[in-house]
Structure formats: C-alpha cells, structure tokens
C-alpha cells in the first residue's frame, strides 16, 4: 500500500532537525521547472502564483537563490499546512517515521513524487498552475504519467488522501491493476455528505498519523479510523471510496 498526499503551499527551512536520506526521484525535472520560472518576470510569476506582493517577492527571491542540492530540509518536515499540522510528524516517534518513510508519499507540482524524506527546498509552484513548458500545456501534461508509474512500481494498492488537484496528476494514467482507494471526510446534511475544505485538511492529516501509530499496511483495517469524531459509513462507501462521516454512529 502506498498514501498519497498534496503538499502545503506554505513550507520552511530546518536544517537542523532531521536530515535528508535522499534527493528526489524527479529532480531533473524540477531543475527544468525552475530554469522555465527562472525565465519569467516577476509580474508573470505573482499571476502564475496568485499571491500577493510579500508572497510573490519571497518566492521571487527564493527563485534566485534556489539550489537543489544544498541546504535541503526533509520533504515531510517542510509543508506546514493544516494538514501536516494534525500529521505532526515532528513530535513522531522513530517506527512511525519509518512507516512514512515506507508507505507515505507526497504528490509536488515543482518535485512530482517524493518520499518523506527526501530533501527540498521552499519553493510555489502548485499543480493546477497555468504553466507552459517544454510544448507542455500545463503541469498535467509536463508530468503525465511519470508519477502513476512510479508508483506503480511500488504497489498495486494506492490510498488517496490527496486533493483532487493533485490525484488528478495520477490516477488516470494508472492501469486497471492497481486498485486506487480514495478516502471522504463529510458531514451528513439532508442525506447527502457534504465536504469543507478545512476540516477535510485536518481529518487527511489525522488519518495519516493514525495509520503511522498503528502501522496500518492493509485497506481492511482503514474503517477502524475514529478520530476527530468520524466514523466510517458502510452505506455510503464504495470499494474504491471510503466514507467517513462526523459524527457518525
């Protein structure tokens, strides 16, 4: 089995923590990422990125003095979203960090496919992002099926606890084999589940964690997941999408 997340659009620099085990598996197509960003002016760049003036001169700058190999903060340790709040891997003890380090992989506009600790720096550049590059239309087709593969190489099981932003860069491109698992967190309202963003973001975070502490390795064993007041929902489930519901009985 392998857990597929996105990424946080908010990262920082810790050199210090942990150390970087490897270098990412696409990184010679991030180094043809940043040259194409390189190349743009900043006007382009803050449309590309939609962000305001601070963001876009940060990352402006970051841009300029960006090197791929140096300084490098462990992937998993680098996102700072809701997410990888609740995720908490900082305070993880060494066999839950294993277990990411084993199962757990993250989605990347800029990297494509990482591992939680392969080394990154800062930088914006999400999936859904209007980018031209190398008679590519956009990220979708930069990547195209690069990361189903390599993932498929892996296992033919895949937990989807990404966004559909980032899911979108995998999923089509997988073959009937492989069994794609997605995971729904909603609030039940008229019959219908319903789900916000935010609160989705927190319970994808948990359920990490709680596949971490209990080494989950098998799909079985995923309806057991009650935190944050979820429950999983047998009628509402599919064997490909797995429903949790707040709340629940």
């Keep these: 089995m392998r ?3 996105s990424p946080a659009k908010k990262m920082n620099t810790d050199t210090n923590s942990f150390s970087p085990t490897s270098l990412p598996r696409f990184l010679p197509e991030a180094r ?3 040259d194409t960003l390189r190349g743009m002016p900043p006007q382009e760049l803050q449309t590309l990125w939609n962000c305001s003036d601070s963001i876009a001169k940060l990352n402006v700058n970051r841009l300029r003095e960006m090197d791929l190999e140096r300084h490098l ?3 998993i340790m680098a996102y700072e979203g809701i997410q ?3 995720m908490a891997p900082g305070v993880m003890e060494r066999f839950q960090l294993k277990y990411l380090q084993d199962n757990l992989r993250i989605l990347s506009g800029f990297y494509g496919l990482l591992t939680p600790f ?6 914006r550049l999400e999936m859904q992002a209007t980018l031209t590059i190398t008679g590519c239309q956009d990220l979708y ?4 099926d690069k990361l189903a593969r390599a993932l498929t190489e892996e296992t033919d099981l895949i937990f989807n606890l990404a966004s559909q932003e980032y899911s979108r860069a995998v999923e089509p491109y997988l073959p009937p084999s492989v069994t794609f698992l997605t995971c729904t ?5 008229n019959g219908k589940v319903l789900e916000k963003g935010t609160l989705c973001k927190m319970a994808r975070g948990q359920m990490v964690r ?3 502490e209990n080494q989950i390795t098998c799909p079985q064993r995923l309806s057991e997941f009650r935190d944050l007041n979820y429950r999983f929902s047998p009628e509402h489930s599919t064997d490909t999408n797995y429903v949790f519901i707040k709340g629940g009985n």
């Excluded at 392969?118 to 930088?123: I, K, L, S, T, W």
């Excluded at 087709?141 to 195209?144: C, L, P």
């Excluded at 967190?185 to 309202?189: H, I, R, T, V, Y």
């Design 73 to 75: 903060t462990p992937a």
């Design 210 to 212: 709680w596949l971490a």
């Design 118 to 123: 392969d080394g990154v720096v800062p930088y």
């Design 141 to 144: 087709a930069f990547w195209g």
């Design 84 to 86: 990888y709040r609740y």
């Design 185 to 189: 967190f909603g609030e039940l309202k």
């Design 3 to 5: 857990i597929i997340i």
């Design 32 to 34: 043809v990422l940043l």
